[in-house]
């Protein structure tokens, strides 16, 4: 009789420490993989200028947004978007009205472990530079 009490104690410690179990390791795993992830980082160029960049999970990929906010429009600014070392994106972005700053998106692939993203960009005319980055 013991012995079966014994058996019945130690199945149901098992459900519920595998149930517990369970219920710990999804939601990490789809807070990676499905939607709801996001990571934002903010800080200041080399002068007045602020930047700002984002990720986020889409879709199995990552959804990149980086803005620098110089508060003065029309002033063109050369950028690149780095990915775990890589250059994954560049280009020329001109600041607009009423904000003075420009925005860039891009969808990047999602490798395993852990994602280093950066943003440089510096200004054309006065040579201030942003550096920012983060990791997903």
């Not at 999602?110 to 997903?136: H, K, M, P, Q, W």
Request: net charge positive.
């Amino acid at each position: 009789m013991n012995l079966t009490k014994t058996t019945r104690r130690i199945a149901a410690t098992s459900s519920i420490v595998l149930a517990f179990g369970a219920v710990t390791v999804l939601p990490a795993a789809a807070a990676h993989g499905g939607g709801g992830h996001e990571v934002e980082r903010r800080g200041n160029c080399a002068g007045s200028t602020d930047w700002k960049l984002k990720a986020k999970s889409d879709d199995g990929r990552i959804e990149v947004e980086a803005e620098i906010d110089s508060g003065v429009s029309g002033q063109v600014w050369v950028w690149r978007i780095l990915h775990n070392g890589g250059v994954s994106a560049k280009g020329r972005a001109t600041t607009k009205p009423p904000s003075g700053s420009y925005e860039v998106r891009r969808l990047l692939i999602d490798a395993s472990g852990v994602d280093r993203i950066g943003i440089r960009s510096t200004n054309t005319v006065t040579l201030e530079s942003c550096a920012g980055n983060l990791r997903f």
